[in-house]
């Protein structure tokens, strides 16, 4: 793990963009297509408004969430609708989008369809996280149903996830998956995030699930 200090969060942003753009143009140097994960929230909306300008081939990029509330595509807390909204426009309008949702009652009705449209992408190429104060990442929240099974080494690629904290299930891509990007960044903002990362090198995953992405990250910090 490598922390990256900026003077402030505008600076983060742009700088973070022309990172991600800089290893999608290597990727494709090499590969076909490229894979990016992205997290939705309200993280890294600066960092997608950025990214969106960048000059490269965009059509060749498939962009999927880290993981998705299941809700609507179209509801205001759909990860997918902000991603389309904030990252999938401008010169990035030409990227695929993958979402992972699909029409069915429970996430698990759904599971085997979102998969097989994910596999293929793996492993992914770029992958941007962010974490909250408890030490989630993605949808590995602590405590929360399916995180063992999500934490496993042998985990399926997504998982389905039921935190008491919050109102919605949630499908998410597997720590293996995470951990195994061939790039990964973290952004994080404030004192509180920053504590909590330090928190949570001292804890196993089970107890601070963003420790099972840490090896190889680049994280990205301003106040």
Avoid at 16 to 41: F, R, S, Y
Avoid at 78 to 98: C, K, P, Q, V
Avoid at 120 to 145: K, Q, R, W
């Amino acid at each position: 793990m490598k922390i990256v200090e900026y003077p402030d969060r505008e600076m983060l942003a742009i700088d973070l963009a022309t990172q991600l753009a800089g290893e999608l143009k290597m990727h494709l140097m090499a590969h076909e297509t490229a894979a990016l994960a992205v997290p939705g929230g309200t993280t890294p909306g600066a960092v997608f408004d950025a990214l969106c300008a960048a000059d490269l081939e965009w059509e060749r990029v498939h962009v999927l969430p880290t993981d998705e509330r299941w809700v609507a595509p179209d509801h205001p807390r759909s990860n997918g609708r902000l991603i389309r909204d904030r990252l999938i426009t401008h010169r990035a309008e030409r990227a695929a989008f993958l979402p992972l949702w699909a029409p069915a009652e429970t996430p698990e009705q759904a599971l085997a369809a979102i998969t097989a449209r994910i596999a293929p992408e793996l492993p992914i190429s770029v992958l941007l996280l962010g974490m909250g104060e408890d030490m989630h990442t993605a949808s590995l929240f602590p405590g929360a149903a399916g995180l063992a099974e999500a934490l496993a080494e042998d985990a399926a690629p997504l998982a389905v996830l039921r935190p008491d904290t919050v109102p919605e299930a949630r499908i998410s891509l597997s720590a293996p998956v995470l951990a195994g990007a061939m790039s990964k960044h973290l952004v994080l903002y404030g004192a509180g995030k920053r504590a909590a990362l330090e928190k949570a090198l001292t804890l196993p995953p089970e107890e601070a699930p963003v420790q099972a992405i840490l090896q190889g990250t680049t994280v990205h910090w301003s106040d």
